[in-house]
């Protein structure tokens, strides 16, 4: 059976820090490509980072902030995420496959993607 299980989210006030790991299991995992996206309510499913064909991307307002990493030997993939914002809160999804969109997808849920975490709550207060 697939997994992948998020854990790590939390409630932290604006500027703190978080850190997010994602464990996978049930596929060869060292062999995809990985990543971490949100999604807000009433909002699209939105890249935070992604490994991709060994390269590690970001869009724009993660830069500086965020940082993706992955530990094929423990099957893990983590997010560590500095200065936080009030409107990085959303449920954060970890992801895994041959494909890691860039673009924002309707859903965490979206079958452009192979395989999804269940998605932890990252909260982050004024």
């Known amino acids: 059976e697939v997994q992948l299980v998020e854990s790590g989210g939390g409630s932290v006030e604006a500027g703190g820090s978080l850190s997010l790991s994602c464990t996978a299991s049930g596929f060869s995992f060292a062999y995809t490509n990985v990543g971490w996206y949100r999604q807000a309510p009433g909002t699209a499913c939105q890249l935070v980072a992604r490994i991709s064909d060994g390269k590690p991307g970001r869009p724009g307002f993660a830069a500086g902030r965020f940082t993706i990493a992955r530990d094929n030997a423990k099957n893990m993939i983590s997010l560590q995420m500095d200065k936080l914002k009030v409107e990085d809160t959303a449920v954060y999804y970890c992801?895994?496959?041959?494909?890691?969109?860039?673009?924002?997808?309707?859903?965490?849920?979206?079958?452009?993607?192979?395989?999804w975490g269940q998605g932890t709550q990252v909260s982050v207060s004024s």
């Open positions: 992801a895994a496959g041959p494909l890691i969109p860039t673009v924002d997808l309707p859903s965490c849920r979206d079958r452009s993607v192979s395989y």
